[in-house]
């Protein structure tokens, strides 16, 4: 496996040297994909929020400072991932806000209809059996919850299709693709959105 085949796996499960240069790049690389995704939440005050394949932490934080009643509950299951996302968060950790640990989406060890609010950002290509992830999401929302998704892939995009081959255990999703899952998981109302010069998607379902 050549030397860039072998970072850009690091995105799968960060890793090592090349994972942690992997981490350094997500935060800074994929703010603005996360901030438009951000955009599309509804008018919520969630008090418990869980962000799945929480990446190097960014995404955690931003839910942190966006939503300063609730509490975030961070998950990857790179224990890479969730050293960095423990360090970039320390603040709201020591403030009881936030926890980071590590769990598997397939198979979520969290307290059914306990969550208001589910995020997961460029990382559902990753997801083993996505209809099964998707129930599992589902579980631990409340009836009337939000799940957000947003990719930077959007299924359709020849550029970002490449990645498949490249990175081992990817599969990009098109909106409908997500929605259907989505639909077939027992979420109820999916709304899906493309920006408009990149091929980027943000979907938002609710249980």
Same mark, same amino acid.
């Not at 939440?41 to 962000?51: A, T, Y």
């Not at 709201?92 to 640990?101: E, F, L, S």
């Not at 083993?128 to 947003?150: H, M, T």
């Given at each position: 496996m050549g030397i860039m085949k072998k970072f850009f796996n690091q995105t799968r499960k960060p890793e090592g040297t090349l994972g942690k240069f992997m981490l350094s790049s997500m935060n800074s690389g994929h703010a603005k994909m $996360?901030?438009?995704? /951000?955009?599309? +939440?509804?008018?919520?005050? *969630?008090?418990? @929020? #869980?962000? +799945?394949?929480? =990446?190097a932490g960014r995404n955690a934080g931003e839910l942190l400072k966006k939503y300063p009643q609730a509490h975030v509950t961070a998950i990857d299951y790179s224990p890479l991932s969730v050293e960095k996302t423990r360090e970039y968060n320390h603040e709201? @950790? $020591? $403030?009881?806000?936030?926890? #980071? &640990?590590q769990g598997d989406v397939s198979d979520l060890q969290l307290s059914e209809e306990s969550f208001d609010l589910a995020t997961a950002f460029d990382t559902v290509y990753f997801w *083993?059996?996505?209809? !099964?992830? /998707?129930? &599992? #999401?589902?579980?631990?929302?409340? *009836? %009337? =919850?939000? /799940?957000?998704?947003? !990719?930077e892939a959007d299924g359709i995009d020849a550029g970002t299709l490449k990645f498949e081959k490249i990175v081992d255990g990817m599969k990009v999703y098109t909106a409908e693709g997500l929605e259907a899952a989505l639909r077939k $998981? %027992? /979420?109820?109302? #999916? !709304?899906?959105?493309?920006h408009g010069s990149k091929p980027w998607i943000t979907v938002l379902a609710r249980k």
């Open positions: $996360a901030d438009w995704g /951000f955009s599309h +939440l509804p008018e919520l005050s *969630p008090d418990r @929020i #869980v962000e +799945l394949g929480c =990446g709201g @950790i $020591a $403030a009881g806000r936030c926890t #980071v &640990q *083993p059996g996505i209809e !099964n992830c /998707f129930a &599992q #999401v589902a579980k631990v929302l409340k *009836p %009337g =919850g939000y /799940f957000l998704i947003c !990719n $998981a %027992g /979420f109820t109302e #999916v !709304n899906h959105y493309h």
